[in-house]
Every structure is written in C-alpha cells, then in structure tokens.
C-alpha cells in the first residue's frame, strides 16, 4: 500500500469537473479512498500483537483452558504421523465444506514408493443453498447421493471401498473415524447436525442410499488433508494450511502437550480453528467498520472474526461493503451505487481476484463493475483495484501473523530455536493469488526470522492428503487389527484364570500326595515361621538370583542386621562343572570373611539355593533339576549341601557350618514373617518364580506326621510341564521354550518370570515386524538378537511418566527405524505381556491362598505373602495386576503382600536361628 501513489489517477482527462458535480475531485477520490484503505493498514507492532495474542490462545486451549468462545479450538485430529510414502490402495474421497457450496468426489489411487503418481479422478457437485441451510439429514443424503452418482459414473473394479470424509469445519473428534461437529461455519447453517457424529451421518446417509457398501474409515479436516497431501520427497509438511472459502491451519504438536488426550506419546496433528481467533485487545484495533457489518449480517454474528477478515467467502463482500461505503461518499463510481452493489454477496472472491489483478487491466475491472450496474469512471478501476489490493493484502498478513503464532508454538513445542519446517498450503485464495502467498510469507519472514520455512502448494486440493490419512487410518485400522488378533492370546479372561486356579490347585493337590503333577510340592522341613526368640550371628548365602549374595546376619532382641556383599556368578561358572561352581561360591564366602574380619570362624551358615530341591532334611537337599539359566554338570540328583561342604573341604583352613538350604521362596516367606507373623505365603517373581506356603502336615503324603505345618516349595515355575496350559500357550511361548537351556521345563515360569518376558515380546515384535505392522516391516539384525529385549524394558517402558520418549530410546539403542505408532504398539505389546504374566501370578497366588483357608475350614482368611524378585518390585503395574487378580479370584481371602526388603538371605539365616534354637533345645 505504500507504495500506492495517487499520482496516477490526474492523468486522465475528459469527465465533468468534480467540483461541478459537488463530489470530491479525482485526487480528492483517491485521498478519500487511501484515507478509507489506512484501516486495512495492520502495522508490525499489531501483527505481533496478534502473533502473541494467537499463541496464547493456542497454548491455553492445548492446556485445556479455552477461555471463551473468541479462542482458538486447537482440535486433536489423531493423525499421528505424517506420510510414509508407502500409502497403497484406491480409496474414496468425499470433500464437504472445503470450498464453500459445493462437494467433491475423488477416487485417489496412491501407488506407494515405487509407483508414479496417479491422477486422481474427480467430480464436482454443487450443493444446493436450501441444502446448506436445512436440515442435517438432507445434506447427509445429497452427499450419499453424490458418491453413488460419481461411482455410477466410474464404475470401480473393488467391492470393500473405503473412504476418507475431509469435513471442513471445527469438530471435536474422538478416533480417525468418530468427529462431532461444534459449530458450523462459511455459510453452513444445518440443522441437528452440531454436537452430532458427522461421521455416522454420513454412514447412515450411505446405509439409506442403499448403492452402494462403503466403510468410512476416516475423517479429516481440510487442513490436515493439504498437510498429508504434501508430495513425497519435498515433505514430509508439518504444517497445513487452508485459505478458500474459510481459513484455518493444523500442525504436528507433541502428543504430550494436548491435555485433552491422555497420551504423552509421540506427535499429534491439532487442527488450529483459528478462524473463531477474537481476542479483542489483538483484533480490535485492526477491525474495521466494514467488517462488523459484514459480521452483522453474517450468519454466525460474533463467531469466526478472525476468518471474516481471511477466508475467501468474505473478501468479496468486504470489498463490496467498501465500494457501496465510498461510491456513497462519492469517492466512487460518481457518488452511485447500484441494486447489485448493495445487495450481499454480489462480489464474490473470483471478481476481487480479477479486478486485483494487474494482469487482468482496467478493461476487466470496467466490466465487472458494469455487470454490478455500476458507471465507471477513469480512475473508479485503479482505485477499485486498491481496494481490492488492500482488503487482500491484509487477509494475507493477518493470515502471516497467525501462521507466525503456529511456527512459534513449534518452536516452543520442539524446544527448537531454528525451525526448518515445511507448510503445505491449500486453497483458492493460494490458487487465485499468487500475491497472498508472497505477501504472508514477508509477513512470516518479518515475525519468526529465525524459522526457515518453505511453502508446498498441495497438488489437488488435498484430496491425495485425505486419501493418505484413509491410507494411514486403513493401514493402523489393519495393523490394529493384526496387533489385536497377535496379542489376544495374551489377553486372559476371568474364566481362563479361575481354570489356571482352578487346575493348580488340582496339581497341588495331587503333588501332595505324591501323585503324578507337574508341581513337584517338596517339603522343606521348615515347621514354623519365625517366633522373635531367634539369636546370634549367621553367614547366609543367597544364590539363584540376579546377584549371588554372602551375606553376615545378626539377630538380636532389638532386630536383625545385615551386612552383604554381591558376587557375579559367570555365565561359564553357572554352565560350568559343578565343582567349579561350588569352589567358586567357597571363594566368595572367603572373600567376605575377609573383609568383615570373620576369618576362621564357623558361623552357623543357611544356603538360599533358588532351585528345585527334594529335601531330605533341613540340611540336605538333592537338586533335581537346573532353572534359570544355570546348568553346572555333576550337580542334579546331587546333594547341593555335600557340594558346598565338599567344596569347603577343598579350601584349607576355612571352617563353615552348613545347618540350612532353603529355597527363596521359603527364605523371602520366613524375612517377612519374621515382621508379619501372618506371612505364611512366600513368592517370588523374578528371574524366576515360585511360591511356597505353610501347609497342613497331614496333607503332605511324604511326610510323617499329622498334626502341625510344614512348608511346601511348590515349584510352581514348572507348573502346566504336562501341557495342562497348552490352551493357553502362545507360539511364541514356544519359540522363547525352543530357543532355552530346557526346553519343554518350567512352562509357567516361561510365562511369568524376568529370564523370559523381554524374549516373549522380542519374538512377538519380529512377528508384527514379519507383518509390516511394526518397524515399516523391516526386520533388523539386532531384534533378532536373543535376549537383547531385557525385561527391564517392560517396566521402563510401561512406566507412567514419559514412556515413549524412554520407549524410542530403548528402540533406537536397538537401532530400530521407529515411528511413533510404532513405539505406542511396543508399549502395548510390552503391557499385553507383562499383563498376562501378572495374571497368571495372580491366579496362582489366589489358588495357594485358597487352599490354606480351604484346610482351616475358614470362611474368610487374612494371611500376607512375602513377596521378592525384581520383576514383581520394578514392573510399574505387575504387583497392582497381580493383587487384584487375587482379589477376582479368592474374595473369601484378604491377603496382604509385603515386599521383602532384605531379600531372602534373612530368611535363610532365621531358618538357620530357628534350626540352631530347635537343636539346643533338643541338647538341653
Ligand atoms: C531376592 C532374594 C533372592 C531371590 C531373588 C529373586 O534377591 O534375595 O533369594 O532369588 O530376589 O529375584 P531376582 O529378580 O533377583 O531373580
Ligand atoms: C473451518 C475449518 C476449516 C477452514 C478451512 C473453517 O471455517 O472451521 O475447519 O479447516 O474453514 O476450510
Ligand atoms: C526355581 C525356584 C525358585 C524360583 C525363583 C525357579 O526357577 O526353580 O526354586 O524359587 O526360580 O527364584
């Protein structure tokens, strides 16, 4: 505008004098014109105020305060990434709203990376004003009609059409295929459709045109259609935005910073709404007269301020109103107006893109205002033109500006200063005018000069994009549906977990009395939980864990110190020779009386030996068979107790006094007992599981004696060996059983515990990978390294806080090419795992409870279990499943976990304490 110069209008002669007609002279007109175009002037200071003012707006809705109704939406969309490239398939595309009075039908074939592009084949329909202004079911009906008249006309070869709806207006959706419609905007006044499911609408539409059967598989917004509609190569664009009949713009927001989704995971494309932008303090100084009369007699007073001053349905009548203000001053078309330049929407934005124009020339702008009935004179074009030039150039600054607040929340989104970002753009007004585009990215250069920002006109009005989005919500609806199918298995109902119950107190029982049962139920010759009388000083080793522990235990009146040392325990050494195993355990022992200064003397020792053990007595115990990963030769059907004292014996001047083995299960019961006297239950879910229990003597058939209690080491981790849970058992359980030291062992355990779960999902991610839901289907050689999944990767990604940033860091230290749908199907493969595993715990927890309360005839039973294993402490969720899975399954027991603080070497040494207690009192 500044560089407008009234100069040119004095040159040209031949009209009565102004001043003879009473009306301003012809430089007097232009002054009158400039002076009325200063108030589509905005300056700097005001872009930026409305850049500020924007953003705000923007940052408090995506907290979820929307202050009031002049604010912008910020509307998830629940595209979560952008384009692969490797979108395939024919679909349907139904354009409402877009372009104002009329809807438009694609049928978009994408070829994915390899192929050229398809032109997509269209047809365009216009939507009659009684349609756009009545009721809901009748536009919904004229657009079904629309799809079976363009499918009519080309006939397509597949039955199962699927189709993207890009429906143009603010909508609160709540998937890619449910969207209720907040308010209708440009010129769209139906009836019960807002606060409706436009989606079903148009479902229900298509159900009563009856032609044809086609699945709605999503539906998008014009913008987020333009964004995905970005060529493959020059994208991808994570910005789109729209000027045509209205304006408005999406972006790709991390998911974390929209309050409305409970996702703190990867991106998520926000449909801006900045149309309904109107905060006043930003906007009130830049709006005119012209546009609150042109919002007065809109159909939406009040609403969408800011897209009145943008969107292309309201140039032109801005421009109109502008025209009939001077030619009533007399500034123009010599002081008169005509019917047609009084009457609404009689300038349409094609008529101000001519008449803008300079290409166009005066002779256009002659007859388009001659067609309006108006008299031109000389100068009434070039002024027209500056009219039409200012109402545009400042719908494009105002536009600059806003699109300036979206790169700066981008900025802040991403904590990055120097944004390199591409913005596709769409619409008419970008189509029409080459001008709007130059004239907002000054605007944007002059705002955000740090963002390097590059403009991709998208190709066909977005139709490709929704095309994309149907693609992508096709191939996660597909891919969903492969993840669901591949982790139903893993998804356990109450019936299948009472039959777990129900089938292991079955084997309990049968393993009790010596009968045939994959739970081999090994007495342990522990009779009593710890009574508090226990002293002294106790070595305690603790082997079978993570960590191999030695630890010194005193017990005194006022409690129970522990000092411990943890040794490793080589991969060689665990599947070495047993005597090198046990030399090397003698080793440690050695190391630590050393340094605790306990050289030379014989403590009193209790051995935790986390594995199945057929006790003999409290001091002999013949190792049946290796778990976990350990598989020293010469060891089973061994006497683990002469293998350690043989192996003392090998070690000079060392003097230890072996008086306890104990399985962990029974040293975690008797730590925690030792506070809870109610502990009568020990579990651990760690590398391994297992549970013990006090039960009733007279129920243990191996054991003499009928009166009084005897803990039971259950060996629960080789539960369903006799393919009792082969219903149960998935095919990758079977490959995690091939590929182990003992296949065919330990099938509950295989299900359950640490040593297993990270294989478990590993094996399930190559699957999906195999399938091309996951990792683009490629399949890498680190995932298809055993036991590069660690089970801690299951709690670290299934903690609460910030999962998928820790997800994507796990993943990519795999060297995984990931994606953010990608990182939310591992979290959800992670949980279907861990899940089962926690249940099927649970289902043995509440069939071990169960069967106390059933001995003690009781109707309720109140009892705690002492509880170890890093699993069952670290997973995030695993104890919460695990307890109330035990809540479902046994009602008629309140059961109390206690987490075993000191681990169960405690519990070996007050075995030993009870043990030495007993023997003196027998002595005495
Ligand atoms: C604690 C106990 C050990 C037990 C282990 C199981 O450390 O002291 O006796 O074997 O937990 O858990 P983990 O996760 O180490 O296998
Ligand atoms: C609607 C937006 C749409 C924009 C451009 C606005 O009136 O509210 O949803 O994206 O027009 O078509
Ligand atoms: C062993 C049990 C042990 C459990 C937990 C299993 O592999 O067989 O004896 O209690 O792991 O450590």
């Given at each position: 505008m500044d560089s407008i110069g009234a100069v040119g209008l004095q040159q040209r002669e031949g009209f009565p004098s102004c001043s003879q007609k009473g009306l301003p002279c012809p430089s007097d007109s232009s002054e009158l014109v400039l002076e009325c175009l200063q108030q589509f002037k905005v300056t700097q200071t005001q872009l930026q105020q409305i850049q500020t003012s924007l953003l705000g707006s923007m940052e408090q809705a995506l907290g979820g305060q929307a202050s009031s109704a002049s604010a912008v939406r910020m509307l998830p969309t629940y595209v979560g990434s952008t384009p692969h490239g490797t979108e395939q398939g024919d679909f349907l595309v139904l354009e409402l709203g877009a372009t104002g009075a009329s809807l438009r039908v694609l049928w978009v074939t994408l070829m994915g990376t390899e192929g050229h592009r398809m032109e997509p084949r269209s047809q365009e329909f216009v939507i009659p004003p009684e349609v756009m202004l009545g009721p809901g079911q009748q536009l919904f009906d004229f657009a079904a009609h629309c799809l079976s008249e363009f499918l009519d006309a080309?006939?397509?070869?597949?039955?199962?059409l699927q189709l993207g709806f890009s429906f143009s207006f603010p909508c609160h959706q709540t998937g890619l295929d449910r969207s209720t419609l907040i308010s209708w905007t440009k010129g769209f006044r139906c009836s019960?459709?807002?606060?409706?499911d436009v989606v079903q609408l148009l479902r229900d539409a298509i159900k009563r045109q009856g032609a044809y059967s086609i699945d709605v598989v999503a539906v998008v917004n014009d913008t987020v259609g333009t964004m995905m509609g970005c060529e493959p190569g020059v994208g991808p664009c994570e910005v789109g935005l729209v000027v045509d009949t209205g304006t408005n713009a999406c972006y790709m927001e991390e998911a974390r910073h929209v309050a409305v989704l409970d996702e703190d995971r990867g991106r998520v494309c926000v449909s801006v709404e900045w149309g309904s932008f109107g905060d006043d303090e930003a906007l009130g100084p830049v709006l005119t007269t012209f546009d609150h009369a042109l919002d007065q007699e809109s159909l939406n007073p009040g609403a969408q301020r800011f897209e009145k001053m943008i969107g292309g349905l309201y140039l032109g009548e801005l421009v109109r109103l502008v025209l009939a203000h001077l030619a009533q001053q007399g500034a123009l078309f010599g002081g008169c107006t005509s019917p047609a330049l009084l009457s609404r929407g009689s300038i349409l934005l094609e008529h101000v893109t001519e008449m803008e124009d300079p290409l166009a020339g005066a002779a256009r702008v002659h007859a388009i205002l001659q067609d309006l009935g108006l008299s031109v004179g000389t100068s009434d074009a070039e002024l027209v033109r500056y009219v039409c030039t200012a109402v545009f150039t400042r719908a494009a600054r105002l536009c600059g500006a806003a699109l300036a607040a979206v790169l700066s929340r981008l900025q802040h989104s991403r904590e990055q200063q120097m944004l390199q970002i591409a913005v596709a753009t769409g619409g008419r007004v970008f189509e029409q005018h080459p001008s709007f585009l130059s004239i907002l990215q000054e605007t944007v250069m002059l705002l955000v000069p740090e963002c390097d920002v590059s403009f991709i006109p998208s190709v066909d009005g977005g139709g490709r994009g929704v095309a994309m989005v149907t693609a992508v919500a096709a191939r996660l609806a597909a891919h969903r549906r492969l993840l669901e199918e591949t982790l139903a298995p893993f998804r356990l109902n109450r019936e299948q977990l009472a039959a777990v119950q129900a089938q292991m107190q079955e084997a309990m029982a049968k393993g009790l009395r010596g009968e045939a049962s994959s739970l081999r139920m090994l007495p342990t010759y522990v009779r009593a939980t710890p009574d508090g009388s226990e002293r002294g000083d106790f070595l305690a080793l603790d082997l079978g864990g993570t960590n191999f522990r030695v630890l010194l235990v005193r017990v005194t009146a006022g409690g129970v110190q522990i000092t411990s040392q943890v040794y490793s325990i080589p991969e060689c050494v665990a599947q070495g020779s047993g005597q090198q195993l046990f030399d090397h355990i003698v080793d440690c022992i050695v190391d630590f009386q050393q340094k605790q200064g306990l050289s030379g003397q014989s403590l009193p020792l209790g051995f935790t030996f986390s594995f199945p053990c057929r006790q003999l007595g409290l001091d002999q115990g013949i190792l049946l068979n290796w778990t976990k990963g350990f598989n020293a030769s010469d060891c089973e059907g061994q006497d683990v107790v002469c293998l350690l004292r043989e192996a003392i014996g090998r070690k000079q001047a060392v003097k230890l006094n072996v008086v306890a083995i104990v399985n962990d299960t029974v040293g975690t019961m008797m730590s925690c007992g030792y506070e809870d006297p109610r502990c009568e239950v020990g579990l651990i879910v760690g590398t391994g599981t297992n549970a013990c229990y006090m039960e009733?003597?007279?129920?243990?058939?191996?054991?003499?004696?009928?009166?009084g209690h005897m803990c039971i080491n259950m060996e629960w981790g080789a539960f369903g060996d006799d393919g009792s849970l082969g219903l149960l058992r998935t095919c990758f359980d079977a490959n995690v059983d091939q590929a182990s030291i003992n296949p065919g062992k330990q099938s509950f355990e295989k299900m359950i515990s640490g040593m297993y779960l990270g294989e478990i999902v590993r094996h399930i991610l190559l699957h999906l990978t195999s399938l091309g839901?996951?990792?683009?289907g490629q399949q890498t050689q680190r995932l298809q390294t055993r036991d590069i999944f660690k089970t801690k990767f299951l709690s670290e990604i299934e903690s609460d806080s910030l999962a998928l940033r820790q997800v994507r860091a796990i993943l990519e230290d795999l060297g995984l090419p990931l994606t953010s749908d990608d990182a939310l199907m591992v979290l959800e493969v992670c949980q279907a795992v861990s899940q089962r595993a926690a249940q099927l715990c649970g289902a043995g927890v509440a069939a071990v409870v169960e069967k106390i309360r059933e001995n003690r005839g009781l109707e309720e039973l109140t009892v705690s279990v002492g509880v170890d294993g890093t699993l069952y402490k670290l997973h995030p969720h695993f104890s919460g499943l695990v307890a109330a899975t035990v809540r479902e399954l046994a009602p008629r027991c309140a059961v109390t976990f206690l987490q075993s603080e000191d681990g169960s070497g405690k519990g070996a040494a007050l075995v030993t304490a009870v043990a030495c207690r007993l023997a003196q009192m027998d002595h005495v």
């Open positions: 080309f006939p397509v070869s597949t039955q199962d019960g459709v807002e606060g409706h009733e003597l007279r129920n243990v058939a191996s054991v003499a004696g009928d009166s839901v996951l990792f683009r």
